[in-house]
C-alpha cells in the first residue's frame, strides 16, 4: 500500500481505493466521531470562504474620483466663499446628479461567490463507526465515507470506493454535455478533471445510480473551492471605453490647468484686475471647459444601447459592456447549446451493405433519409434491412418523444435514447402488433439494453448499446442477402470514418427466440446478428454557421472551448467554420505550457477541447497579453472565472447556472451564438454614436471656453456666467446628444475591423474637428457680442442672446454630427425620431429659461423678442454649411 501522505497536490485518481483510505487514515466503516470532530477542528467546515461586499457609500463617494468632478468641486467651494450661493449649489447639484447616475447604473454588488456558496449541498449521508446518519454537509470532513444516492448533489470530492451504475452530471464543471459514468478502478496516467472517472465533485449532481466514497476535498480544497478562489482573484478590470475617457478627463484637466494659471499670472500682473472678479472669471472659464454633462450623456446612450439589445435577446448587465462588445477582437464560445442545438441527432445509419443520411437537426421527427453516396431519397420501409434496424432502435428505447402546447418537440429519457426515437418517429413503418415481454434496463456497467419482444407471432430479443460491446455478443449481421457471418473488419472501418466526423456510435442487435425465453445477461450469448449502427450527434446550430461568418467579415475571431473530446470538437469546428477542421489543441497539451507558450498557441489554434476551468482562464488571460479584446461564453460554473476574466463575459439564460449569471457582462436569454453577432453590431452602432457625441459636445466646450479667454483678454464682460454654461452643458446639451444616440448603424458596421480599443478616442480628426468648429462658434458668439454691445442693451439681454446663439449652434452642429464623412440632411433624419423629440424639448427648456421669472432670476436672463430667435438660427445656419463643406475638404485625411 502507498505511504504517500495527502497533500492538495495528491492525484486521488492514480490511487486504489485502499491506498486512498489509507493515506486519508480512514476505513471502509467511516470515522469515529470523535475523530471527525478533530478533523473539523484542523480543516474547519466544508464551505467556501466569505468576502465582505462593497460598503454602498464608498461606491456612491467613488464616483467622485474624477478629475473633471474636482475642477467642478473646487469651482463650488471658491463660489461659496465669494457668497455666490446659486452658482455654488448649482455647481454641486450637477457633481452629484452625475455621481447618482453613475451609481444607480453601476452593477449590483458581486454576488458570484454567493452564488457558488448557494450550490453546495445541505446535508449528506455518512458512514459513522459502521453507523449510516445523516450530518449538515459543513461538518464533512477528509476521510468521512459517504453514501451517494440518485438525485443527490455531491456534498465534496470524493473518491469513489464503490459505484453502481452511477452517473454524475458534471456539466457545471467540465462542460460536457453527456452525464459521466463513473467508475472505481485507478487510472495510471495523467488526465484532465473531465476524464477522472472514480472522482466524483462538490456541487454536482447524481444522474442516476448509487455509490460509496471517501472524501479526499472540503471546503475551500475542491474544485469547486478553486474556481471560487480563481474567481476572487480576478481584479476588475476597467473597458476600454473607460479608460478612454479617464485619458480624456486627464487630458481637459491639464489643459484648464495651464489656461487658468496662464490668464491669472496675465490678468493680475498686466491688466491688475480685481481679485475677485478675476477669479469669478476663472470660475466660469473652468465651468465652460469642463464637459459637466458628458457622463451622464454616456450613461444615456449606453442605457439606450441595453433596451435595443434586450429586444434582440442580450441582457447587459454592465453598462460599459455596451460598448466593448463593438471592440473584441475575439469571441471564445462553449460549444454545447451555444454553437450547438443541445439536442442529439442521427446524422448517419451504418448497415452492412449501405450507408445512409438523415436530414434534421432537432427532436422534430422530420427528414429525409438519404442514399450516402448520391444523396436519393430512399423509401425505408423498401430497405428490408433498414426497416428491420429501425424497429429494434424503436422498441429497445426507454425515451419517448413529444410534442408540447407551444409545437416545440422535446423528449423523456436520455438523450441517446432519444435520438434514436426521433430517427424511428421520421418513417412510418407498417404497423405490427408488438408487445413487451420483459427488459434489461441500460448500465454503464453492461453498456446495453435488452428487451424481449413479442413481434406478430415470433419472440424477438433486441438490443442496442456501444457497438465493440454488441459485437462480443454477435456471430453474425443482417444483409440483403440475409444473415451471414459477421465481418468485424468493416464495421470497425466504418466506425472510425463516421468518428472522425464528429460522430458517436450507437449499434443495434437482435435475434428470434423461443416463446418461453427468459431474459438475462447470460441468456444474451454470442448468436445476436448484428444489424446496424446509428451515428449521432449534438448538430451546430444553423443560425450559428451564419453568425460565424459574420464576425469573421467584421474582423472578429472565433474559438471554441469545450470540454468535449478533441475529434468530436474537431468535427463541429469544419461544420461550424471554426479553424480548418485539422488542428485542435487539448487540455492536456495546455497544461504543460507556460504563459509565453500559450499566449503563441491562443492565437494559433481556434478550436480547444478536454479543458478545465484553469484552462479557460488561462486562455482568457493569454488572449489579453496579445491585446485582444475577449468575449467569453459559458454556462456552468467551470466558466464563472473566464467569464469573470474576460472584457465580455457572456453567460447562457436557459441553461445557465446562477453562478455564471453573476458573474457575467451580458446574458443571451436565447442561449445562441447569433445573438452575439447582433450584440457586436449594437455595440459598434452605440460606440459610433458616443464619438458623434463627444465631438459635438466637446466643440461647445472650447467655444465657451473661448469667448471667455477673450472677453478677459479684452477687459470686456463676462459673455457667460457660471450657471448659464452649466445650463448648456447639462440642459440643452444633454437634450440634444439624446438625439444622436437615436442614430441606426453605418452601412459597414459589420465590414469593417473591429477598431483599436486602446486607441484614444480624440484621434488627430477629432482633435482637429474640435478646433475648428469650436473656434468657428466662438468667433460667431463674439461677433455677435461685439454687434450688440455699443446698441446700448444690458448685460442680462446680451447674455441672453448669446446664450440662444450657442444654443442653437448647437443643435446645427448636431445634424452636422449624424455623419462624419457626407452630407447630414439624409433621408434618415426623418426616420430618427429622437431628433425631432430632442428638438422640440430645446425649444421648451429655451422658452422657459428665456420666459419664466423664475428662471430669469436664478439664471439672469431676461425676455427677447422674435427678431432675437431669427438671429441665432441665421448664425446656426451659416455653422452647419460651412462644417458641410469641411468634410470633403479632410476626406483624405480622415481616411489616412
Known amino acids: 500500500m502507498s505511504k504517500i501522505p495527502p497533500t492538495n497536490e495528491t492525484r486521488w485518481y492514480q490511487l486504489s481505493s485502499e491506498e486512498t483510505l489509507e493515506a486519508q487514515k480512514s476505513r471502509e466503516s467511516g470515522l469515529s466521531a470523535n475523530e471527525a470532530h478533530q478533523r473539523l477542528m484542523e480543516h474547519g467546515p ?27 468641486l473646487a469651482a463650488a467651494v471658491l463660489t461659496a466663499v465669494m457668497g455666490h450661493w446659486v452658482d455654488t449649489a448649482v455647481i454641486i447639484g450637477v457633481a452629484v446628479i452625475n455621481a447618482m447616475i453613475g451609481f444607480v447604473q453601476e452593477s449590483n454588488a458581486e454576488k458570484s461567490l454567493k452564488s457558488i456558496e448557494n450550490m453546495l449541498s445541505a446535508s449528506a449521508q455518512v458512514l459513522r463507526n459502521d453507523t449510516l446518519v445523516t450530518v449538515d454537509a459543513s461538518t464533512l470532513v477528509p476521510g468521512d465515507v459517504v453514501v451517494l444516492r440518485a438525485g443527490d448533489r455531491i456534498p465534496a470530492d470524493i473518491r469513489l470506493l464503490e459505484a453502481h451504475n452511477l452517473r454524475i452530471e458534471e456539466a457545471i464543471l467540465t462542460g460536457e454535455s453527456i452525464a459521466v459514468t463513473k467508475q472505481t478502478a485507478a487510472i495510471d496516467d495523467e488526465v484532465m478533471i473531465g476524464d477522472r472517472y472514480n472522482l466524483v465533485f462538490s456541487g454536482t449532481t447524481i444522474s442516476a445510480g448509487s455509490g460509496k466514497g471517501v472524501v479526499i476535498a472540503t471546503g475551500a480544497d475542491t474544485e469547486l473551492g478553486k474556481i471560487n478562489h480563481m474567481m476572487a482573484d480576478i481584479k476588475q478590470h476597467r473597458t476600454p471605453l473607460l479608460v478612454q475617457m479617464d485619458k480624456l478627463g486627464k487630458a481637459i484637466f491639464a489643459i484648464i490647468l495651464a489656461m487658468m494659471a496662464a490668464l491669472f499670472v496675465f490678468m493680475l500682473l498686466l491688466r491688475d484686475m480685481p481679485m475677485g472678479e478675476l477669479l469669478l472669471s476663472l470660475i466660469g472659464l473652468a465651468v465652460a471647459a469642463v464637459p459637466e454633462g458628458l457622463p451622464a450623456i454616456i450613461s444615456i446612450i449606453l442605457s439606450l444601447g441595453v433596451q435595443a439589445m434586450a429586444g434582440k435577446k442580450a441582457i447587459i448587465r454592465k453598462l460599459p459592456t455596451v460598448e466593448t462588445l463593438g471592440a473584441m477582437t475575439v469571441v471564445c464560445s462553449d460549444k454545447t447549446g451555444t454553437l450547438t442545438m443541445n439536442e442529439m441527432t442521427v446524422k448517419a445509419v451504418i448497415l452492412a451493405d449501405k450507408n445512409f443520411r438523415v436530414e434534421g437537426n432537432s427532436y422534430q421527427p422530420t427528414g429525409n433519409i438519404l442514399a450516402e453516396h448520391d444523396d436519393v431519397v430512399i423509401d425505408a420501409t423498401q430497405n428490408a434491412v433498414l426497416s428491420h434496424f429501425l424497429r429494434v432502435i424503436d422498441l429497445c428505447n426507454e425515451s419517448t418523444v413529444f410534442k408540447d402546447e407551444q409545437g416545440h418537440w422535446g423528449i423523456t429519457g436520455g438523450p441517446t435514447g432519444g435520438a ?16 413487451q415481454l420483459d427488459k434489461i434496463p441500460f448500465d454503464s456497467e453492461w453498456k446495453y439494453m435488452a428487451t424481449l419482444h413479442q413481434i406478430g407471432a415470433a419472440t424477438n430479443l433486441l438490443m442496442t448499446g456501444a457497438p465493440d460491446v454488441l459485437m462480443k455478443h454477435c456471430r453474425y449481421q443482417l444483409s440483403e442477402n440475409g444473415i451471414e457471418p459477421l465481418n468485424i473488419a468493416h464495421w470497425e472501418a466504418e466506425i ?41 450527434m449534438d448538430p451546430p446550430r444553423p443560425e450559428a454557421v451564419t453568425a460565424i461568418a459574420e464576425c469573421h467579415q467584421a474582423g472578429i475571431r472565433v474559438k471554441m472551448i469545450t470540454g468535449d473530446h478533441q475529434e468530436t470538437a474537431m468535427a463541429i469546428g469544419r461544420m461550424l467554420g471554426i479553424g480548418d477542421g485539422s488542428r485542435a489543441l487539448t487540455g492536456y497539451a495546455l497544461e504543460h505550457m507556460d504563459d509565453e507558450q500559450l499566449a503563441d498557441a491562443a492565437q494559433q489554434y481556434d478550436i480547444f477541447a478536454r479543458t478545465s476551468p484553469e484552462h479557460k482562464l488561462r486562455l482568457v488571460k493569454a488572449l489579453q497579453s496579445r491585446n485582444e479584446i475577449v468575449g467569453m461564453t459559458g454556462d456552468g460554473v467551470n466558466d464563472a472565472p473566464a467569464l469573470k476574466q474576460a472584457d465580455v463575459g457572456i453567460a447562457m439564460g436557459i441553461k445557465g447556472t446562477e453562478v455564471t449569471k453573476e458573474a457575467a457582462d451580458m446574458v443571451l436569454t436565447d442561449d445562441n451564438f447569433a445573438t452575439i453577432a447582433n450584440a457586436v453590431k449594437e455595440g459598434r452602432r452605440v460606440y459610433d454614436n458616443l464619438k458623434k457625441t463627444i465631438l459635438f459636445i466637446m466643440p461647445t466646450n472650447l467655444a465657451q471656453g473661448l469667448l471667455i479667454i ?51 478616442v480624440m484621434d488627430g480628426y477629432a482633435v482637429w474637428r474640435v478646433a475648428f468648429v469650436g473656434t468657428l462658434i466662438a468667433i460667431s458668439a463674439f461677433a455677435l457680442e461685439a454687434w450688440l454691445q455699443p446698441r446700448g442693451y444690458s448685460a442680462e439681454f446680451i447674455r441672453t442672446v448669446l446664450l440662444q446663439t450657442l444654443v442653437t449652434a448647437q443643435w446645427a452642429y448636431m445634424l452636422n454630427c449624424r455623419k462624419t464623412d457626407g452630407f447630414s440632411l439624409t433621408a434618415g433624419v426623418l426616420r430618427n425620431r429622437g431628433i425631432w423629440l430632442v428638438t422640440g424639448v430645446l425649444v421648451l427648456l429655451q422658452a422657459a429659461i428665456i420666459y419664466l421669472p423664475l428662471m430669469n432670476r436664478l439664471f439672469g436672463t431676461t425676455p427677447l423678442p422674435v427678431l432675437f430667435w431669427i438671429v441665432p438660427l441665421l448664425v446656426a445656419a451659416m455653422v452647419f454649411i460651412i462644417v458641410e463643406i469641411e468634410k470633403p475638404l479632410t476626406r483624405k485625411w480622415r481616411k489616412a
Open 46 to 72: 466544508n464551505q467556501l470562504p466569505a468576502r465582505a461586499g462593497k460598503n454602498a457609500l464608498m461606491r456612491f463617494l467613488a464616483h467622485f474620483n474624477d478629475v473633471l468632478i474636482y475642477v467642478l
Open 420 to 435: 434514436l426515437k426521433v430517427l424511428a418517429g421520421k418513417v412510418s413503418l407498417p404497423p405490427q402488433p408488438c408487445a
Open 496 to 536: 472510425a470514418r463516421y468518428a472522425r466526423e464528429g460522430l458517436r456510435m450507437v449499434a443495434a442487435a437482435s435475434r428470434k427466440v423461443d416463446a418461453r425465453q427468459t431474459l438475462s445477461h447470460e441468456a444474451l450469448g454470442v448468436e445476436m446478428v448484428f444489424v446496424g449502427i446509428a451515428g449521432m
Open 710 to 760: 477673450i472677453a478677459m483678454l479684452m477687459g470686456n464682460l463676462l459673455p457667460l456666467t457660471p450657471v448659464q454654461i452649466l445650463w448648456m452643458n447639462m440642459a440643452t446639451s444633454a437634450t440634444l446628444s439624446f438625439g444622436l444616440a437615436f442614430e441606426a448603424a453605418e452601412k459597414n458596421a459589420m465590414r469593417r475591423p473591429p477598431r483599436n480599443a486602446r486607441q484614444h
